[in-house]
């Protein structure tokens, strides 16, 4: 008997410690390779040896582990699952399913075959092959077990972006489980990602019915309707998760945008400080308390808030170009424009960082900087529904009408349902004198969206001495 058993066996030969077994067996191996000496391990003491390099994320133990497994015992077929897992993660797909398929055709009906065959389809980006394969699985297992498989096919649709069998899937998870947060998320994720927020109010709503103590459930309704603009109905439901759980900070995060969307900064504000009851401030929270500020003209506090978001962490972009917004708000834009640089430096790819210094450099007038900030926008994200009336502005400010109007019809090509450039485009055309266009693209956008005409008085009101114009809102107006 070889002495790491004898003091780590009990009568019953359980390990009495698995952590100690681990750490025993990993030693003998090391030393058999620091050594070159020939030492045998078992199976299952093989599998401990390389669960415990894997929880330690030592790829090199890993695949020697593998490797001395696979030579000592070529017919062990979990241990085959393990190098075929690890051909995997190692990108060596063809092989890997090459060890299942063979193992397969033995064991036709071994879950941990198919469902790591799924996995490496997974990895391959072959979702589709990937749920047939799962599929395989559903037969095979007890109900206890259906949960993970039909959890895991759900996932794969979302990989494929059909959502609506994710969801399919998700419902039979949760009939086993409907405590699994987990998969309510999931759930609120699928239907946002098929712009179903209806569908998943009733869905949610239905499910609080059942279980009105599921925090999960309510906080999902929360943010469903906050994506619906609905911030009313959000702070109801997330006052729900609080009264269930006073300490869930995201209920807490959540109420207070949604109070701030509402323009209720200050009420916003004593929502975010609750938080620090619960933890300490983050950056994040203080740049949202920054903000609120700021929309509130308290730019004295604002300036405090974004500068200790920033000393907690000055990683963090947005506090960055607050502080931007705040010098501009007080007139000392060229202040302002090196704070933007910052936040974009920090986030590139955030358009509305980008439109905001375009804002300051036109007031600076250096328009050729503005312009590309509007260029770099494009190219990021040529459906930001702003950037083709800001854009066009730029040249409309140098009475250049002839690139206006090329910029808001590349943006009408491009969001050919977005009336504020209809709108745009009937201003622009009446600034150059082309009224036959600018009546017919007038009457395009207020067919569209009728209260869309007051954004086009208040950005140019001399638009209301056109008789045509008074017309022809007039024609369309419901009332």
């Known amino acids: 008997m070889r002495i790491d058993r004898q003091f780590s066996m009990n009568e019953d030969f359980q390990w009495n410690n698995r952590d100690e077994h681990e750490e025993l067996l990993t030693e003998r191996f090391e030393k058999m390779l620091k050594e070159g000496d020939y030492a045998y391990f078992d199976a299952e003491e093989f599998e401990s040896i390389i669960?415990?390099?894997?929880?330690?994320?030592?790829?090199?133990?890993?695949?020697?582990?593998?490797?001395?497994?696979?030579?000592?015992?070529?017919?062990?077929?979990?241990?085959?699952?393990?190098?075929?897992?690890?051909?995997?993660?190692?990108?060596?797909?063809?092989?890997?399913?090459?060890?299942?398929?063979?193992?397969?055709?033995?064991?036709?009906?071994?879950?941990?075959?198919?469902?790591?065959?799924?996995?490496?389809?997974?990895?391959?980006?072959?979702?589709?092959?990937?749920?047939?394969?799962?599929?395989?699985?559903?037969?095979?297992?007890?109900?206890?077990?259906?949960?993970?498989?039909?959890?895991?096919?759900?996932?794969?649709?979302?990989?494929?972006?059909?959502?609506?069998?994710?969801?399919?899937?998700?419902?039979?998870?949760?009939?086993?489980?409907?405590?699994?947060?987990?998969?309510?998320y999931e759930m609120g994720l699928c239907f946002e990602m098929l712009k179903q927020p209806e569908e998943g109010i009733k869905f949610f709503i239905d499910f609080t019915d059942k279980d009105p103590y599921n925090i999960a459930a309510w906080f999902n309704l929360g943010l469903i309707y906050q994506q619906m603009d609905l911030f009313e109905k959000s702070i109801d439901a997330l006052e729900y998760v609080l009264a269930i759980d006073h300490t869930h900070i995201p209920a807490y995060l959540s109420i207070a945008h949604g109070w701030s969307n509402l323009g209720e900064y200050a009420k916003a504000i004593e929502i975010y400080q609750e938080t620090f009851e619960y933890e300490k401030p983050d950056g994040m929270t203080l740049y949202y308390i920054g903000e609120c500020y700021e929309k509130m003209k308290d730019y004295r506090n604002a300036l405090i808030h974004y500068n200790n978001s920033l000393e907690l962490d000055d990683k963090l972009a947005e506090p960055w170009a607050g502080i931007g917004v705040v010098f501009d708000e007080e007139g000392n834009t060229k202040t302002a424009v090196k704070y933007l640089n910052k936040a974009i430096e920090l986030?590139?790819?955030?358009?509305?960082?980008?439109?905001?210094?375009?804002?300051?450099?036109?007031?600076?007038?250096?328009?050729?900087?503005?312009?590309?900030?509007?260029?770099?926008?494009?190219?990021?994200?040529?459906?930001?529904?702003?950037?083709?009336?800001?854009?066009?502005?730029?040249?409309?400010?140098?009475?250049?009408?002839?690139?206006?109007?090329?910029?808001?019809?590349?943006?009408?090509?491009?969001?050919?349902?977005?009336?504020d450039i209809l709108y745009r485009l009937a201003v622009v055309y009446f600034l150059n004198n082309n009224t036959l266009q600018a009546n017919y693209f007038l009457g395009n956008a207020l067919e569209l969206n009728y209260e869309g005409h007051l954004e086009m008085i208040a950005y140019y009101p001399d638009i209301v001495k056109y008789d045509k114009v008074v017309d022809m809102i007039k024609l369309y107006s419901p009332h």
């Not at 790591?116 to 394969?133: D, I, R």
């Not at 459906?383 to 009336?389: I, K, M, R, T, V």
């Not at 590349?410 to 977005?418: D, W």
């Open 51 to 184: 669960e415990h390099y894997q929880e330690n994320f030592d790829s090199h133990y890993i695949r020697l582990a593998i490797d001395y497994a696979i030579e000592q015992h070529p017919n062990n077929a979990a241990l085959k699952i393990r190098y075929a897992r690890q051909l995997a993660i190692d990108n060596r797909f063809i092989e890997s399913l090459e060890i299942l398929n063979k193992l397969e055709v033995i064991e036709p009906n071994d879950v941990d075959i198919i469902m790591t065959k799924g996995t490496v389809y997974s990895m391959m980006l072959e979702f589709e092959k990937a749920v047939n394969t799962y599929k395989k699985a559903l037969n095979l297992v007890d109900n206890d077990e259906l949960e993970d498989i039909y959890a895991t096919i759900a996932y794969e649709y979302e990989n494929l972006g059909r959502y609506d069998n994710s969801i399919k899937y998700l419902k039979k998870a949760l009939e086993i489980n409907p405590q699994s947060d987990a998969l309510l």
């Open 347 to 419: 986030d590139p790819l955030n358009t509305e960082f980008l439109l905001i210094q375009a804002d300051m450099y036109i007031k600076l007038h250096h328009y050729q900087k503005a312009a590309d900030c509007y260029r770099k926008v494009e190219e990021i994200d040529p459906l930001d529904p702003d950037l083709w009336q800001e854009y066009s502005n730029l040249y409309v400010l140098q009475t250049d009408y002839d690139k206006a109007i090329q910029v808001l019809r590349k943006g009408l090509n491009l969001q050919p349902l977005n009336a």
